[in-house]
């Protein structure tokens, strides 16, 4: 996970609703991280808002959740915001949840029928328990779905340059480069991370701290000679300390052997291991193909 | 999309449970496919269940949202089957949805911390509309990741 904190959209009309939705969320933590909130109290303040928290691609989002009330400055004002989030700015993987006050405009079924939403809620069914499971659930699938896709579209990039070793190393570092930025090209606030790759031992490409040599070598000793536990039965292997973690793939007659060491803003999950080693073996691949 | 239908998974020690989301699904329509539902009683006959929706390998199914009742034969046992789905099956991609008659015995917001679940359903709040949105939902999101790391595993 490279996020400091996970961020959720909520869209309401009713200032009242802000202020209840701050403090339910205030103490709230998800993989130990804070949750911030931010606000928008039209259909038109929505977009600006979410415009703004893109990272480099309409489609890509630091928000992870939207909260949206149905009815705002019309009555539709909240479903034309969520279809403008999936159909103009093309993003799927938003969590998005909306509410309403008045389930006889905007009833349940037809609401789910034609919006590609997450859930629906009546105003009396948003309990302060409801709001912790939407906000939670939401975040985990969105983060689950961002990091699947990410390491996905690396891997894209790196396939086109899998001509040589040479293209791969530089297709990587100017994907971790732009990774970091958002559409004005600024460093993206709230991400942070260093990772570094080596293969056949030789430091192909860092980020972060990472990006000397020195310091990355010095942290694989470290890690390598933890305890490792097995991932597949041809050796790959994961190291964990804290958020930080090392994987290798085991050199065979596809893979090339690979390390890989991220720190993350928290310990990975289980599924997020599984995410890195699926992408670690096809870039083993690629590089040995490479060669 | 190459499915024909889409498949989910009930689980629940209640028969009347069964009957009523079979008539509520009945007509139901995703993406104008129809959807089939499969049916369990208890955790042992649930993991049997999905056991036989595995596609090649035990974290990819067949199912893309499972309802789970909490309280079986015994308090914990649904949430031992969602446990089991992601920690043993290794599957992250099916939506898993609980439902519970006694939210005392299980507290929504603990369930939520422990359990890497989509949802929580006291079934007071498990009203026909409601299983409409979760199922609806649920197989979309689940299409969605599945037809992504389909063409992932496809480059591999």
Not at chain 1, 16 to 22: A, F, K, N, P, Q
């Amino acid at each position: 996970m490279h996020s400091t904190e996970f961020h959720v959209v909520l869209v309401d009309d009713e200032p009242d609703v802000h202020e209840i939705t701050r403090l339910a969320l205030r103490k709230f933590r998800i993989y130990g991280l804070p949750v911030r909130l931010h606000s928008a109290a039209s259909k038109a303040e929505g977009i600006e808002l979410l415009n703004s928290l893109t990272l480099g691609r309409a489609d890509i989002s630091l928000a992870a959740v939207a909260l949206i009330d149905v009815v705002m400055e019309t009555d539709h004002a909240g479903l034309e915001l969520c279809a403008h989030i999936r159909d103009v700015m093309k993003n799927r993987r938003m969590q998005l949840y909306v509410r309403t006050g008045q389930p006889g405009v905007a009833p349940e079924r037809s609401v789910i029928d034609q919006y590609d939403i997450q859930g629906y809620l009546a105003k009396s069914e948003a309990t302060e328990d409801k709001l912790y499971t939407l906000v939670k659930a939401g975040v985990r699938q969105a983060c689950y779905t961002a990091v699947s896709h990410a390491l996905q579209d690396l891997l894209h990039c790196l396939i086109q340059s899998a001509s040589s070793r040479e293209n791969i190393t530089a297709a990587l570092r100017g994907w971790q480069r732009q990774a970091r930025l958002n559409l004005k090209g600024e460093t993206a606030a709230s991400i942070a991370s260093a990772l570094c790759y080596m293969v056949d031992d030789a430091f192909v490409a860092g980020v972060g701290a990472w990006h000397d040599e020195a310091l990355a070598r010095q942290r694989r000793n470290e890690l390598a000679a933890l305890p490792a536990t097995p991932l597949n039965e041809e050796g790959d292997r994961i190291t964990m300390d804290g958020s930080d973690f090392l994987m290798q793939i085991a050199p065979t007659a596809a893979n090339a052997a690979v390390q890989y060491m991220l720190r993350g803003t928290t310990a990975a999950p289980d599924w997020e291991v599984a995410l890195y080693h699926a992408y670690l073996r096809s870039f083993a691949a690629l590089w040995k193909q490479a060669g | 999309m190459h499915n024909t239908e889409f498949n989910v998974v009930l689980v629940d020690d209640e028969p009347d449970v069964h009957e009523i989301s079979r008539l509520a699904l009945r007509k139901f329509r995703i993406y104008g496919l129809p959807v089939r539902l499969h049916s369990a009683a208890s955790k042992a006959e649930g993991i049997e269940l999905l056991n036989s929706l595995t596609l090649g390998r035990a974290d990819i199914s067949m199912a893309s949202v499972a309802l789970i009742d909490v309280v079986m034969e015994t308090d914990q046992a649904g949430l031992e089957l969602c446990a089991y789905i992601r920690d043993v099956m290794k599957n992250r991609r099916m939506q898993l949805y609980v439902r519970t008659g006694q939210p005392g015995v299980a507290p929504e917001r603990s369930v939520i911390d422990q359990y890497d679940i989509q949802g929580y359903l006291a079934k007071s709040e498990a009203t026909e509309d409601k299983l409409y949105t979760l199922v609806k939902a649920g197989v979309r999101q689940a299409m969605y990741t599945g037809v992504s790391h389909a063409l992932q595993d496809l480059l591999h």
